[in-house]
C-alpha cells in the first residue's frame, strides 16, 4: 500500500504540462507533478491572468479515488481528447460535445461540481482516428489544452499511460 502511484505497474499517475520524464531518484511521481504545476501554474499566471478558475468547491486531485482507474470508460472526470476540429469533451452528467480550444478554460470552469469527484484532475487524450494530415493541428490542440489546465490549475491525467 505504500508504493506511490508512479511504482504500480499499469496505473494511472498525474502528468502535467512541463512533466519531462526524468524525476530525480526518490522523489515520487505525485510529488514531482505537484512541485512542476506548481512552478507551472506561477509561471504562466502572468499571461493567463484572465483564465476563469474552477469552483472552491472543486478540491485537490484524490490520487486514491483514481489510482486504479485502467480503461478511460471509468474515468469519472472530464475527460478531453484532442482532435482535427478542437477538443472533444466527456464529462458526467453532460452530452460529449466538441469544444474550441479557445472557449475551453470557460466551459471546464461551468462544469458542475458532480462533473469533477477526482478533485482538479482530467483525462487527457489525442484522437487516434486521424490522418497524417491532421497531425500537426492536433499537435498544437494538445499544446493550447495544456497551456489552458496549467493556467487554470488542472492537472492532465495523459492517456494512455
Known amino acids: 500500500m505504500g508504493r506511490s502511484a508512479h511504482d504500480r505497474k499499469g496505473s494511472m499517475g498525474p502528468m502535467n504540462a512541463t512533466t519531462t520524464g526524468n524525476m530525480r531518484p526518490g522523489l515520487s511521481a505525485l510529488k514531482c507533478n505537484r512541485v512542476l504545476t506548481s512552478a507551472s501554474i506561477l509561471l504562466l499566471s502572468c499571461s493567463y491572468s484572465d483564465v476563469p478558475r474552477l469552483g472552491s468547491s472543486i478540491a485537490a486531485p ?57 478533485g482538479k484532475i482530467v483525462g487527457l487524450s489525442e484522437t487516434s482516428l486521424r490522418s497524417p494530415c491532421d497531425d500537426q493541428v492536433i499537435t498544437a490542440h494538445l499544446q493550447r489544452t495544456l497551456e489552458v489546465l496549467v493556467a487554470m490549475g488542472i492537472i492532465a491525467n495523459q492517456w494512455p499511460p
Open 62 to 118: 484524490n490520487l486514491e479515488a483514481y489510482v486504479d482507474v485502467r480503461d478511460a470508460r471509468d474515468w469519472r472526470n472530464p475527460f478531453l481528447i484532442a482532435n482535427r476540429d478542437g477538443i472533444r469533451l466527456k464529462a458526467r452528467g453532460q452530452p460529449d460535445r466538441f469544444v474550441p480550444v479557445t472557449d475551453l478554460s470557460q466551459t471546464l470552469a461551468n462544469l458542475p461540481a458532480i462533473s469533477w469527484p477526482y
